[in-house]
């Protein structure tokens, strides 16, 4: 196969799986539990702070993932015990508070840390030769672990214990009460978990983009996106979301330009919210 | 009796409406208790309200001498009491054994043995979706669920509609040697039938009120003027 | 009409008085606020008026914009541009009406995801501004544009805003005082209900979005020459963001609520931004603080006062006109009806027919089908199979608006009334849903309509003349009778109501009792009752219709029902 093609291929794949794996924390957040959370873009941006101030004061970059879960992780304790829960089934409400805490969190930043652009150096840094092809080896590997995540937590929501109570509660939470399950607690703790993996997709993409206060809107609406072309409630619809929105972007990027690729997935968010608001794949 | 279950005084409704007005009602170990009546009337309300879905205005719910009544429905089901509710009984989306097991307490399997003997459509479907089940089969699942809780009260709210009539007879004797082994059953129910064959208690709801009550199998000639149109 | 002047000569005037306290330069830093109050005016009225969330307000203040800047620069000095820049203002009005139309129709409940489409068009409105640039001049946006001819003076910019904001208040402050106004709060509080008053809730939410698209447009076209320049900033993200915070901070569901927003958050902005490092982070946690505790914003501590301030509405009652309604008499007939919920068969080959009038009761089983029933007459559940005829015509699937239209009122079991409005504005609405047209609905005068009928439920029921106490306070029971007085004044010739007594005390269902057979002599109409109280049943039905499994099992008077061995069995439930 021709280098370029190579190239070109392992850029969408990449393009898809990291998305995949950004997009998942708000596929359970949004996706199973219902809560708009705008703020989800600010905690991947959070955990590539993380991942900055662990690269920056020498330590090793491993580091950054535990440190940014559990940064991530206790934020979205506190948003849960402070907006989300008091403003349950007001989803309008939900969707402003969270916005405003975006807002509060992307000020806070830019207060704290300015409004430059923050680089971080590739943890692993050269190139693999795949079929031809010099392809970063950072990028590779993130492919590979994105793509392994996302089939581990497939397996682990589909065989555990806990996934099983947590569809139990989204598809009757009467039922689930009355068998036992504290959906209260259940729900946020799933919310806490959906949080922590924004701040490791945070520290996933640290490297490869600029690290800057504003960086969660993209995440936020390109997760969103997924989602709603995907359909909420399964892991077949986050990849094939993923895989529409990822891969249009990247194409269309790669034949035109990167402005073409958004205004793309723009274009087709906006036909989805429209005509399919429930998605490809939609959960029954 | 020294009762296992009792409510007293119960009134509940929902935002403005009140639809139980003073209810009140006792069963003791190894009993059966029915509320009878037609629809309408409260009969699933006061369901809600015993499982503690539906807070309570007034009255108390005591069981086996403890004040339960302020307890969420998490707790309750710790405290003892298994709930079938009328509709929405199962996880659709989950396997039949994923519905039985889900949050089943220890010895739950070696429960269902015998029971799967009586109900094979479980064991048959036992890997599929419970969404793909009829109505009946349904009601069966989650009776049978309920009945490998194993606690001390059972709520069974309309537990055999739409179930053939040979499967309400297997329902049955199953209620039968749970009694034996002291759990305590309330059932609401249309079957009058039923209710002849199984009641040690009885109580006829009308307008959010108990209208009749009695102990020991219901008469029909005494109950059929509150049910009938 | 003399309190709408009164309070329209105060605005003029604090508006005329605020530069002479303030100075050349801050006014004319207030202009540009007036301009975005203008706009944000408009997200207070989709927002806190008729409850859709828009998020993309600043596509239409940036639409107007660029069109009001290339005309200017296009038709520099030209007389043209007193049809142009009107033009421009409206364009994004028209936009704005006609996404509403495809957005809104068919959806009931305008969840966030019409926000979200918003927000999307925001984006795409800016990637297009940003990448056409020879249109929009791209990155760096429409430059030079010439201010407007004759005021283009710097000390011009004030007045001009200033005016505008004067019009548009007192535009707005009439619209939400008019019947048009109190219909967008209704269909903000219970569109069902709305679409059973005989409106088209569609058209309704989309007037609105219209209206809030022209306000952005306002802003848009009188922003280009007061500032000369336009940028695609003007269509994206954060400036629709700033407008919808604005509007909250300030109080969304008045209308000074976000013009004071707009206007003491944007002064305090310019003044603190580079003084305070912290100053948008206290924003953030200000917006925040009135999303979670204080929904009404700042204007929302002052209005229970104003609430009390309101005067009544002054003037003799007028006679509404009387209801026309297409000929065909009130009879219904279900033939061979199918209709399912997911896998659920709820209607199964139902045929019925009610073919005079009186008192018919639907009795049956819990999932009978009987509210189905209803909600197939009245176009909320399609039919799988089968024919609905109503009044002489085929009404299968016809939506609920139509219905109503066509002379079918109906009554919920659970009372559904507008919680937030007056009792009179719940009654007015009834009224006018039957009568008003569309144009009518611009006249304040409405607000002062009667008809016999409801003077006669007012004198069985005196809470219903209390016209100023909100719905939402009245009692469980008086609101089951305030939605029955509403269908009633509708005067419709076939009334459906649902378990009318659910949850009254038993005098109040007497009193119930009392009113419908007061109105089926009074009426003359057909009247159809979903009843479980087999006491109500004796006591009211004419005839009597027995459902089962999506079935008729049996019709007749009571005592052919009580006899009716089919019936005695599926009630003591031996054969199932």
């Not at chain 1, 806490?192 to 490791?200: E, R």
């Not at chain 3, 967008?184 to 209206?211: C, P």
């Not at chain 3, 976000?258 to 206290?282: D, H, K, M, Q, S």
């Not at chain 3, 027995?546 to 052919?560: N, T, Y």
């Given at each position: 196969m021709d280098p370029l093609v190579t190239t070109q291929f392992l850029n969408i794949a990449f393009g898809i799986a990291t998305l995949a794996v950004l997009a998942l924390g708000l596929a359970i957040v949004?996706?199973?539990?219902?809560?708009?959370?705008?703020?989800h873009g600010e905690l991947v941006m959070a955990g590539a702070y993380a991942a900055w101030i662990v690269q920056s004061a020498g330590l090793?970059?491993?580091?950054?993932v535990p440190l940014a879960m559990l940064a991530c992780g206790l934020l979205g304790w506190l948003i849960e015990a402070g907006l989300i829960r008091p403003l349950y089934a007001r989803p309008f409400d939900t969707l402003l508070a969270t916005w405003g805490l975006s807002l509060l969190l992307r000020k806070t930043a830019e207060a704290i840390w300015g409004l430059g652009y923050k680089s971080v150096a590739l943890p692993l840094p050269g190139t693999v030769d795949v079929l031809g092809a010099a392809y970063p080896r950072y990028r590779l590997m993130l492919i590979v672990l994105c793509l392994a995540g996302v089939a581990a937590l497939a397996a682990w929501f589909a065989k555990s214990g806990a996934g099983t109570r947590i569809k139990a509660m989204v598809a009757n939470p009467d039922l689930a009460q009355a068998v036992g399950i504290r959906t209260g607690r259940l729900a946020r703790n799933a919310f806490v978990a959906g949080c922590a993996l924004a701040g490791l997709g945070g520290v996933m993409v640290a490297p490869l983009t600029p690290v800057h206060p504003f960086m969660g809107i993209d995440y936020i609406l390109e997760s969103f996106f997924v989602l709603v072309v995907?359909?909420?409630?399964s892991v077949a619809g986050l990849v094939a979301g993923a895989g529409i929105i990822g891969g249009l972007g990247s194409l269309v990027s790669a034949v035109a330009d990167r402005t073409a690729g958004y205004t793309a997935v723009l274009v087709i968010a906006i036909l989805f919210l429209w005509l399919r608001p429930r998605g490809l794949l939609a959960r029954a | 009796m020294s009762a296992r279950f009792e409510f007293r005084g119960l009134v509940a409704g929902y935002g403005g409406t009140t639809i139980l007005r003073g209810i009140a009602g006792a069963v003791a170990a190894g009993e059966v208790l029915f509320v009878l009546g037609?629809?309408?009337?409260?009969k699933s309300t006061l369901m809600k309200a015993l499982m503690g879905f539906l807070p309570c205005r007034e009255g108390a719910v005591r069981l086996d001498g403890r004040?339960?009544?302020?307890?969420a429905p998490p707790e309750r089901r710790r405290a003892g009491i298994t709930y079938c509710p009328q509709?929405?009984?199962?996880?659709?989306?989950?396997s039949v054994a994923d519905n039985l097991?889900?949050?089943?307490?220890?010895g739950a399997a070696a429960r269902l043995a015998p029971l799967a003997e009586r109900f094979p459509i479980l064991a048959r479907r036992r890997?599929?979706?419970?969404?793909?089940?009829s109505g009946g089969e349904k009601k069966i699942l989650s009776f049978v669920r309920g009945a490998i809780e194993d606690h001390s009260l059972v709520l069974l709210d309309e537990?055999?509609?739409?179930?053939?009539a040979e499967n309400i007879e297997r329902m049955e004797a199953v209620v039968r040697e749970q009694c034996a082994a002291g759990t305590a059953f309330v059932v609401v129910e249309q079957n009058l039938a039923m209710a002849e064959r199984l009641a040690d208690r009885w109580l006829v709801l009308d307008k959010g009120q108990v209208v009749a009550e009695g102990s020991g199998r219901p008469e029909r000639a005494a109950i059929i003027a509150h049910i009938q149109v | 009409m003399g309190s709408w002047l009164a309070h329209s000569a105060a605005v003029a005037v604090v508006l005329v008085l605020l530069p002479l306290g303030l100075g050349d330069f801050a006014a004319y830093q207030l202009a540009l606020y007036f301009l975005y109050a203008i706009a944000a005016l408009g997200v207070g009225l989709c927002?806190?008026?008729?409850g859709f969330l828009p998020l993309g307000q600043a596509m239409f203040v940036g639409i107007g914009g660029y069109l009001s800047g290339l005309a200017l620069i296009q038709?520099?000095?030209?007389?043209?541009l007193l049809v142009l820049l009107p033009l421009a203002a409206l364009a994004p009005g028209l936009l704005a009406f006609g996404l509403g139309l495809i957005l809104f129709r068919g959806r009931r409940e305008t969840g966030p995801y019409f926000a979200l489409i918003t927000l999307a068009l925001s984006l795409l409105a800016f990637q297009i501004a940003n990448g056409w640039?020879?249109?929009?001049?791209?990155?760096?946006?429409?430059?030079?544009?010439?201010?407007?001819?004759?005021?283009?003076?710097?000390?011009?910019a004030y007045w001009i805003s200033a005016a505008a904001l004067a019009v548009v208040i007192a535009a707005t402050s009439w619209l939400s005082k008019a019947p048009a106004g109190v219909l967008w709060r209704a269909v903000a509080q219970n569109e069902r209900r709305v679409a059973f008053l005989g409106f088209d809730v569609t058209l309704t939410k989309a007037a609105v979005f219209g209206l809030s698209g022209v306000l952005g447009g306002i802003a848009g076209v009188l922003y280009a020459p007061q500032q000369n320049l336009v940028t695609p900033q003007l269509v994206g993200f954060t400036l629709s963001a700033e407008l919808v915070i604005w509007a909250a901070v300030g109080?969304?569901?008045?209308?000074y609520g976000p013009i004071l927003g707009t206007i003491l958050i944007g002064v305090l902005t310019a003044e603190l931004?580079?003084?305070?490092?912290y100053w948008e982070v206290l924003l953030a946690i200000i917006f925040i603080v009135v999303v979670r505790?204080?929904?009404?914003?700042?204007?929302g501590f002052a209005l229970p006062i104003v609430e009390r301030l309101r005067p009544r509405p002054r003037g003799p009652a007028r006679e509404a006109p009387a209801r026309v309604l297409p000929g065909g008499g009130a009879a219904v007939a279900f033939e061979g009806i199918a209709a399912s919920a997911g896998p659920v068969q709820?209607?199964?080959?139902l045929t019925l027919a009610v073919d005079h009038p009186g008192i018919t009761c639907l009795i049956g089983p819990n999932g009978a089908g009987k509210t189905s029933c209803f909600n197939l007459l009245t176009g909320e559940l399609p039919a799988a199979a089968g024919s609905v005829r109503f009044a002489g015509r085929a009404i299968t699937g016809l939506p609920p608006t139509g219905v109503t239209r066509l002379g079918i009122a109906r009554k919920f079991?659970?009372?559904?009334?507008?919680?937030?409005?007056s009792v009179a504005e719940n009654l007015n609405l009834a009224l006018w849903g039957a009568?008003?047209?569309?144009?009518?609905?611009?006249?304040?005068?409405?607000?002062r309509w009667s008809s016999p009928l409801l003077r006669e439920l007012s004198e069985r029921y005196p809470f219903l003349a209390?016209?100023?106490?909100?719905?939402?306070?009245?009692?469980h029971g008086e609101r089951q009778i305030l939605e029955l007085a509403m269908a009633l004044a509708m005067e419709p010739r076939l009334l459906l109501l649902d378990e009318?007594?659910?949850?009254?005390s038993p005098e109040e269902t007497h009193r119930v009792i009392d009113v419908i057979r007061w109105a089926r002599r009074r009426l003359g109409l057909a009247i159809v009752i979903i009843e479980h109280d087999m006491s109500l049943v004796k006591e009211l039905a004419d005839r009597v219709l027995v459902l089962h499994q999506g079935k008729l099992l049996a019709a007749g008077s009571i005592a052919e029902i009580q006899a009716d061995p089919a019936v005695r069995a599926v009630y003591a439930g031996g054969t199932k």
């Amino acid at each position: 196969m021709d280098p370029l093609v190579t190239t070109q291929f392992l850029n969408i794949a990449f393009g898809i799986a990291t998305l995949a794996v950004l997009a998942l924390g708000l596929a359970i957040v949004f996706g199973l539990l219902g809560v708009l959370n705008i703020a989800h873009g600010e905690l991947v941006m959070a955990g590539a702070y993380a991942a900055w101030i662990v690269q920056s004061a020498g330590l090793p970059y491993a580091l950054a993932v535990p440190l940014a879960m559990l940064a991530c992780g206790l934020l979205g304790w506190l948003i849960e015990a402070g907006l989300i829960r008091p403003l349950y089934a007001r989803p309008f409400d939900t969707l402003l508070a969270t916005w405003g805490l975006s807002l509060l969190l992307r000020k806070t930043a830019e207060a704290i840390w300015g409004l430059g652009y923050k680089s971080v150096a590739l943890p692993l840094p050269g190139t693999v030769d795949v079929l031809g092809a010099a392809y970063p080896r950072y990028r590779l590997m993130l492919i590979v672990l994105c793509l392994a995540g996302v089939a581990a937590l497939a397996a682990w929501f589909a065989k555990s214990g806990a996934g099983t109570r947590i569809k139990a509660m989204v598809a009757n939470p009467d039922l689930a009460q009355a068998v036992g399950i504290r959906t209260g607690r259940l729900a946020r703790n799933a919310f806490v978990a959906g949080c922590a993996l924004a701040g490791l997709g945070g520290v996933m993409v640290a490297p490869l983009t600029p690290v800057h206060p504003f960086m969660g809107i993209d995440y936020i609406l390109e997760s969103f996106f997924v989602l709603v072309v995907g359909g909420l409630g399964s892991v077949a619809g986050l990849v094939a979301g993923a895989g529409i929105i990822g891969g249009l972007g990247s194409l269309v990027s790669a034949v035109a330009d990167r402005t073409a690729g958004y205004t793309a997935v723009l274009v087709i968010a906006i036909l989805f919210l429209w005509l399919r608001p429930r998605g490809l794949l939609a959960r029954a | 009796m020294s009762a296992r279950f009792e409510f007293r005084g119960l009134v509940a409704g929902y935002g403005g409406t009140t639809i139980l007005r003073g209810i009140a009602g006792a069963v003791a170990a190894g009993e059966v208790l029915f509320v009878l009546g037609r629809n309408g009337v409260g009969k699933s309300t006061l369901m809600k309200a015993l499982m503690g879905f539906l807070p309570c205005r007034e009255g108390a719910v005591r069981l086996d001498g403890r004040e339960i009544g302020g307890l969420a429905p998490p707790e309750r089901r710790r405290a003892g009491i298994t709930y079938c509710p009328q509709e929405r009984a199962v996880f659709d989306e989950l396997s039949v054994a994923d519905n039985l097991f889900l949050t089943a307490p220890p010895g739950a399997a070696a429960r269902l043995a015998p029971l799967a003997e009586r109900f094979p459509i479980l064991a048959r479907r036992r890997e599929q979706r419970a969404g793909t089940l009829s109505g009946g089969e349904k009601k069966i699942l989650s009776f049978v669920r309920g009945a490998i809780e194993d606690h001390s009260l059972v709520l069974l709210d309309e537990p055999t509609e739409g179930v053939q009539a040979e499967n309400i007879e297997r329902m049955e004797a199953v209620v039968r040697e749970q009694c034996a082994a002291g759990t305590a059953f309330v059932v609401v129910e249309q079957n009058l039938a039923m209710a002849e064959r199984l009641a040690d208690r009885w109580l006829v709801l009308d307008k959010g009120q108990v209208v009749a009550e009695g102990s020991g199998r219901p008469e029909r000639a005494a109950i059929i003027a509150h049910i009938q149109v | 009409m003399g309190s709408w002047l009164a309070h329209s000569a105060a605005v003029a005037v604090v508006l005329v008085l605020l530069p002479l306290g303030l100075g050349d330069f801050a006014a004319y830093q207030l202009a540009l606020y007036f301009l975005y109050a203008i706009a944000a005016l408009g997200v207070g009225l989709c927002w806190g008026s008729a409850g859709f969330l828009p998020l993309g307000q600043a596509m239409f203040v940036g639409i107007g914009g660029y069109l009001s800047g290339l005309a200017l620069i296009q038709f520099k000095g030209s007389a043209l541009l007193l049809v142009l820049l009107p033009l421009a203002a409206l364009a994004p009005g028209l936009l704005a009406f006609g996404l509403g139309l495809i957005l809104f129709r068919g959806r009931r409940e305008t969840g966030p995801y019409f926000a979200l489409i918003t927000l999307a068009l925001s984006l795409l409105a800016f990637q297009i501004a940003n990448g056409w640039n020879s249109v929009t001049g791209g990155f760096n946006g429409l430059k030079g544009i010439p201010g407007l001819p004759g005021l283009d003076d710097f000390s011009h910019a004030y007045w001009i805003s200033a005016a505008a904001l004067a019009v548009v208040i007192a535009a707005t402050s009439w619209l939400s005082k008019a019947p048009a106004g109190v219909l967008w709060r209704a269909v903000a509080q219970n569109e069902r209900r709305v679409a059973f008053l005989g409106f088209d809730v569609t058209l309704t939410k989309a007037a609105v979005f219209g209206l809030s698209g022209v306000l952005g447009g306002i802003a848009g076209v009188l922003y280009a020459p007061q500032q000369n320049l336009v940028t695609p900033q003007l269509v994206g993200f954060t400036l629709s963001a700033e407008l919808v915070i604005w509007a909250a901070v300030g109080g969304r569901g008045s209308l000074y609520g976000p013009i004071l927003g707009t206007i003491l958050i944007g002064v305090l902005t310019a003044e603190l931004r580079n003084t305070f490092a912290y100053w948008e982070v206290l924003l953030a946690i200000i917006f925040i603080v009135v999303v979670r505790w204080a929904p009404q914003g700042l204007v929302g501590f002052a209005l229970p006062i104003v609430e009390r301030l309101r005067p009544r509405p002054r003037g003799p009652a007028r006679e509404a006109p009387a209801r026309v309604l297409p000929g065909g008499g009130a009879a219904v007939a279900f033939e061979g009806i199918a209709a399912s919920a997911g896998p659920v068969q709820i209607l199964d080959g139902l045929t019925l027919a009610v073919d005079h009038p009186g008192i018919t009761c639907l009795i049956g089983p819990n999932g009978a089908g009987k509210t189905s029933c209803f909600n197939l007459l009245t176009g909320e559940l399609p039919a799988a199979a089968g024919s609905v005829r109503f009044a002489g015509r085929a009404i299968t699937g016809l939506p609920p608006t139509g219905v109503t239209r066509l002379g079918i009122a109906r009554k919920f079991q659970i009372p559904n009334v507008f919680p937030g409005l007056s009792v009179a504005e719940n009654l007015n609405l009834a009224l006018w849903g039957a009568r008003a047209r569309a144009r009518d609905l611009l006249k304040l005068r409405l607000h002062r309509w009667s008809s016999p009928l409801l003077r006669e439920l007012s004198e069985r029921y005196p809470f219903l003349a209390e016209g100023r106490n909100r719905a939402g306070d009245l009692s469980h029971g008086e609101r089951q009778i305030l939605e029955l007085a509403m269908a009633l004044a509708m005067e419709p010739r076939l009334l459906l109501l649902d378990e009318p007594c659910a949850g009254l005390s038993p005098e109040e269902t007497h009193r119930v009792i009392d009113v419908i057979r007061w109105a089926r002599r009074r009426l003359g109409l057909a009247i159809v009752i979903i009843e479980h109280d087999m006491s109500l049943v004796k006591e009211l039905a004419d005839r009597v219709l027995v459902l089962h499994q999506g079935k008729l099992l049996a019709a007749g008077s009571i005592a052919e029902i009580q006899a009716d061995p089919a019936v005695r069995a599926v009630y003591a439930g031996g054969t199932k």
